[in-house]
C-alpha cells in the first residue's frame, strides 16, 4: 500500500480549480477593483466629513435646514415604506395563492418601475399635477399644492420603492405554496388569522429583507425627488436634495456631513441585509441556499 | 371589479379556491399599481399626442438632444462592459475561491444598492476631482476625469457593479463542476477549460448583467450630475435634459426625451428576455 507510484503526487492539484498564482492574481484584482470603486469612495465621504474636526461635523448637523431635511427625509420614508410594504403583502398573496391567467405580465407590470429612470419617475407626476399638467388648473383652483410640496416628494418615493417589499415577497410565497393555508382554512381559521398566524411567520424575514431595501432607497432617492420638489430650504429639502444644495454653496464639509449619515445608513442596510442573509437565507428564498 | 371576483361564480380566467381575501387583495393591488404606475405613465405617452410627428421628429433630432442620448447611452455600454469583466472575476472569486475576507468582500459589493446616488456623485467628485485624492495623480498624466465624459463612465461603474455580480453569482453557483472534470480527464488544459467550457456557459448571465447594468446606467441622474461638467452638448447626460427642460417649464420637449427614454429601456428589456429564453433553450438555466 505504501507504494510510492501510487500515492498522490506532491503537485497533485484539483483538475477544476485554477493554479495558486491564477487564483492569487484574480483575488488581487477583484479586491483592488472593489477597493477603488467601492471603499475608497465611501471611505472619503467620512473623511471630508470630518476634515474640520468633529466640532465643525455636529455644527453642520445642528443647522436648522439640516435638521429639517432630517425630519423630512424620516418623515417620507414613514409614509412611503408602510404604503408600499401594505402593496407588496397583497400582491404577493393576490399572486402566490390563486391561479388566474396573466400573472406573469402583472408581475412584470409590478418591477416596472425598476426599468424606469428616476427623473422620468418624476416627470411623470408633473405631467399629471404640476401647474401646466393634466391636473394642475384643477388643483390650483382648489388650493392643493401636490408638485414643489411635500405629497409629490411622497408620491415620487412611492413610484421608486414600488417593487421591494413585491418582488420579495411574490417568489417566496409562491415557492411554500397554498397546503398550508388550506389547513388553516380547513380547520375553521378566518382569512385574517390564516394569514397573520400562518402565513406571516413563514415570510417575516423576506418581509423585513424587502422593507429594508424599500427604506434605504427611500431615504436615499435623488433623482426623481429632485424633479418634484423644487429645492425649497426648510420646505421640501430631504436629504440627498440638501447634500445638493450645500454642495452646489461650495459649503464643502456640510455637504458631506449630511452625506456621511445616508452612508451610515447604507452601511447599516448592508450589515443587516447580510445578517439576514447568513441567518436566514433559506427562508429568504425559499429553499437551502 | 371586486365584488365579480369573489362571486361564488367561478370567472374562467381564476381557477377556484378555498381561501379568502382574492377580491380584497386583488382589488387593492389593482388600484394602487394603476394609480402610481400605469395610469402617469399611461398619461405621459398620451402627452406626446400634443406634439405633431414632425415636432416630435425635430425634438428628438435636435442637436443637444442626440448628443445627450449618445453620451448616456455611450458611458454606459462603456461602463456595463468594464463592469462585465470585473464582475465576472468577482462573482468567480465569490463562489469558487475560499479566502480570508470573503464575505467581507461579498455584502460590499451590494453598496451601490444601498448607498444614495447624491452620496456617491459628491465623494467620487472629491476622488477625481483634479485636486483630490486620485486625480491630482492623474492630472499630470493628461488625464481629466471629473467634469469630462470618463467622469460619467467612472459614476455608471460604481453604479452597475452589483448587477453583473449578482447576476452571475448563483449561475456560477449552479455550474456542474462534472463537465470541467469530463473536460480534464480529457485532457484539457485549465485555461483551455475555462475559455471553451466554463466561460461560453456563463455568456448569457454575463449578457443579462451587461443589459441590466446598461439600462441603469442610461437611466442614472443622481450620481452623474456632480461629477459630469453638465456641459450642453458635451458632458449632459439625457436624464439632466429633461430636468433642464422643466425647470424651463417646456413639458413637451421634456416629455419628447423621456418617451425615448422609455423606448431604449424597452428594447433592453426586451433583449434581456430574449437572452433568457435563448439560455433557457440552450443551456437550461434561467
Redesign the interface.
Known amino acids: 500500500m505504501s507504494d510510492p507510484a501510487l500515492a498522490a503526487p506532491r503537485t497533485w492539484r484539483s483538475?477544476?480549480?485554477?493554479?495558486r498564482p491564477?487564483?492569487a492574481l484574480?483575488?488581487g484584482?477583484?479586491?483592488v477593483?472593489?477597493g477603488v470603486?467601492?471603499?475608497?469612495?465611501?471611505v472619503?465621504?467620512f473623511i471630508?466629513a470630518l476634515r474640520n474636526g468633529v466640532g465643525a461635523y455636529f455644527g453642520a448637523l445642528g443647522d436648522a435646514d439640516t435638521q429639517h431635511a432630517i425630519w423630512l427625509t424620516l418623515m417620507v420614508a414613514a409614509i412611503a415604506v408602510p404604503a408600499n410594504l401594505?402593496?407588496g403583502?397583497?400582491?404577493a398573496?393576490?399572486i402566490s395563492?390563486?391561479?388566474?391567467?396573466?400573472k406573469a405580465f402583472l408581475i412584470t407590470?409590478?418591477d416596472?418601475?425598476f426599468?424606469?429612470?428616476?427623473?422620468?419617475a418624476g416627470?411623470?407626476?408633473?405631467?399629471?399635477f404640476?401647474?401646466?399638467?393634466?391636473f394642475g388648473p384643477w388643483l390650483n383652483d382648489h388650493n392643493i399644492q401636490i408638485i414643489f410640496a411635500v405629497p409629490g416628494i411622497v408620491?415620487a418615493t412611492?413610484?421608486v420603492t414600488?417593487p421591494f417589499v413585491a418582488r420579495e415577497l411574490i417568489p417566496l410565497m409562491d415557492e411554500q405554496g397554498?397546503q398550508e393555508?388550506?389547513a388553516a382554512?380547513?380547520l375553521g381559521a378566518?382569512?385574517w388569522q390564516?394569514?397573520r398566524r400562518v402565513t406571516l411567520p413563514n415570510v417575516k424575514w423576506a418581509l423585513m429583507y424587502g422593507v429594508l431595501?424599500c427604506n434605504?432607497r427611500a431615504?436615499?432617492?435623488?433623482?426623481a425627488v429632485?424633479?418634484v420638489s423644487g429645492h425649497i430650504r426648510g420646505l421640501t429639502n430631504t436629504?440627498?436634495?440638501h447634500?445638493?444644495i450645500l454642495?452646489n454653496d461650495y459649503q464643502w464639509v456640510a455637504?458631506?456631513t449630511v452625506?456621511s449619515l445616508?452612508?451610515l445608513?447604507?452601511?447599516v442596510?448592508?450589515?443587516v441585509?447580510?445578517a439576514l442573509e447568513?441567518r436566514f437565507g433559506h427562508e429568504l428564498t425559499g429553499g437551502p441556499r | 371589479m371586486t365584488t365579480l371576483a369573489i362571486t361564488p361564480m367561478a370567472r374562467p380566467w381564476r381557477q377556484p379556491s378555498v381561501i379568502p381575501g382574492f377580491g380584497l387583495t386583488f382589488g387593492f393591488a389593482m388600484v394602487y399599481l394603476s394609480l402610481i404606475v400605469l395610469i402617469p405613465i399611461a398619461l405621459l405617452i398620451l402627452r406626446t399626442t400634443q406634439l405633431s410627428w414632425q415636432e416630435y421628429w425635430a425634438i428628438a433630432t435636435s442637436e443637444r438632444v442626440v448628443a445627450a442620448l449618445r453620451l448616456s447611452f455611450g458611458a454606459a455600454v462603456i461602463a456595463a462592459a468594464v463592469n462585465t469583466v470585473f464582475g465576472t472575476i468577482i462573482a468567480w472569486i465569490l463562489v469558487r475561491y475560499e479566502f480570508p475576507g470573503k464575505r467581507l468582500l461579498d455584502a460590499i459589493v451590494d453598496l451601490p444598492f444601498a448607498l444614495p446616488t447624491a452620496v456617491a456623485g459628491i465623494t467620487l467628485t472629491a476622488i477625481f476631482a483634479k485636486n483630490g485624492w486620485v486625480g491630482q495623480f492623474l492630472e499630470p498624466l493628461g488625464i481629466k476625469v471629473a467634469y469630462s465624459a470618463l467622469g460619467v463612465v467612472i459614476a455608471l461603474i460604481f453604479i452597475g457593479l452589483p448587477f453583473v455580480v449578482r447576476t452571475l453569482q448563483p449561475v456560477i453557483l449552479e455550474l456542474e463542476r462534472e463537465t470541467e472534470e469530463a473536460a480534464a480527464t480529457l485532457g484539457a488544459s485549465r485555461p483551455q477549460t475555462i475559455f471553451r467550457i466554463v466561460l461560453p456557459t456563463l455568456v448569457p448571465a454575463m449578457l443579462t448583467g451587461f443589459v441590466l447594468a446598461l439600462a441603469r446606467g442610461v437611466g442614472e441622474y443622481g450620481s452623474v450630475v456632480f461629477i459630469a461638467g453638465n456641459l450642453p452638448y458635451r458632458t449632459e447626460i439625457a436624464p439632466l435634459l429633461i430636468v433642464i427642460r422643466l425647470t424651463e417649464f417646456d413639458y413637451n420637449g421634456a416629455t419628447a426625451i423621456a418617451t425615448i427614454m422609455l423606448a431604449i429601456a424597452f428594447v433592453m428589456f426586451l433583449t434581456i428576455n430574449l437572452i433568457q429564453a435563448w439560455a433557457r433553450r440552450r443551456f437550461g438555466y434561467v
Do not use: C, D, N, Q
Open positions: 483538475p477544476t480549480a485554477e493554479i491564477v487564483r484574480l483575488i484584482i477583484a479586491a477593483f472593489i470603486f467601492l471603499v475608497f469612495p465611501l472619503a465621504v471630508e401594505v402593496f403583502i397583497a400582491a398573496w393576490a395563492k390563486y391561479e388566474f391567467r396573466g407590470l409590478i416596472l418601475p426599468s424606469v429612470s428616476p427623473v422620468i416627470l411623470i407626476y408633473v405631467i399629471m404640476g401647474s401646466h399638467g393634466y408620491l412611492i413610484f414600488f397554498t393555508e388550506e382554512i380547513s378566518s382569512g390564516t394569514f431595501l434605504a431615504m436615499g432617492e435623488f433623482g429632485a424633479v436629504m440627498p436634495l447634500i445638493e454642495y455637504a458631506f452625506a445616508l452612508a445608513l447604507a452601511l442596510t448592508l450589515v441585509k447580510s447568513w
